[in-house]
């Protein structure tokens, strides 16, 4: 067998290992590479949390850059694998591979720049590639079909809230004012978003007897209009 048949043979394989996800092995390295992201996402998330950063700095950056490694043969291995390598190139997920392992290439020269790593965190939509088989192909289409039957209610839930929020941050921007943290109708709408979905942040809050009355009664409006219509499941 000669280099050339060699090289064929090489691209052939390595094509259904990489793109052919109804394969055992396809599957197999769809599952590996998921892990390997991951755990990817994982280092970047401790990176930010400074005691652990202080104190295992140096393991992490070694771990990103083998993972960066391994990320960067899997994207030479995919153009060198594909007939058209400009498509996979030029497509979202090849973006997307290729934005994943710029930022440590980049830190060589920039300093900070690794701390862009966190686009690998797109990286897991590949999940859906995954997904991409018969046994969870039937189960997306009951939620499509159950999302589509039900479009109706979200639309006018969403309205409901949109429209309420708007005439409710208003009457509290003009009841509170600017004293009190409704600096601006949107801050006010904003204020409404955050109550009505009960996340309360408590950074805005209001001070006066009426504007705490409202408040109160903001909640009850939502939770009786989800009641009555069956659009809300808490």
Not at 80 to 98: E, H, T, V
Not at 103 to 132: D, H, Q, Y
Not at 180 to 194: A, D, H, M, N
Not at 195 to 220: C, E, K
Request: charged share 15%.
């Amino acid at each position: 067998m000669n280099l050339s048949s060699l090289y064929t043979h090489f691209r052939e394989k390595t094509y259904v290992v990489i793109y052919q996800t109804n394969t055992k092995a396809g599957r197999l390295f769809d599952l590996i590479l998921l892990g390997v992201i991951l755990v990817s996402v994982l280092l970047i998330m401790m990176e930010t949390v400074s005691e652990f950063n202080l104190k295992y700095h140096s393991y992490l950056i070694t771990l990103e850059w083998i993972i960066t490694i391994f990320f960067t043969i899997e994207y030479l291995l995919r153009i060198l694998s594909i007939n058209k390598p400009i498509r996979y190139i030029f497509s979202f997920y090849g973006i997307i591979d290729l934005l994943a392992i710029l930022p440590m290439f980049a830190s060589l020269f920039f300093t900070g720049s690794n701390i862009l790593t966190v686009i690998r965190a797109l990286r897991l939509l590949r999940l859906f590639k995954i997904l991409n088989n018969p046994q969870f192909t039937s189960q997306s289409l009951k939620l499509k079909r159950a999302l589509l039957a039900s479009r109706g209610k979200i639309v006018v839930f969403i309205y409901f809230v949109l429209i309420s929020s708007i005439i409710i941050g208003s009457v509290m921007y003009l009841i509170e004012g600017k004293e009190s943290g409704f600096t601006s109708i949107p801050i006010s709408i904003y204020w409404t978003i955050v109550t009505l979905t009960t996340v309360g942040y408590g950074d805005i809050s209001p001070q006066t007897p009426l504007g705490q009355f409202i408040a109160s009664f903001n909640d009850f409006r939502l939770w009786d209009y989800c009641s009555s219509h069956r659009n809300c499941n808490f």
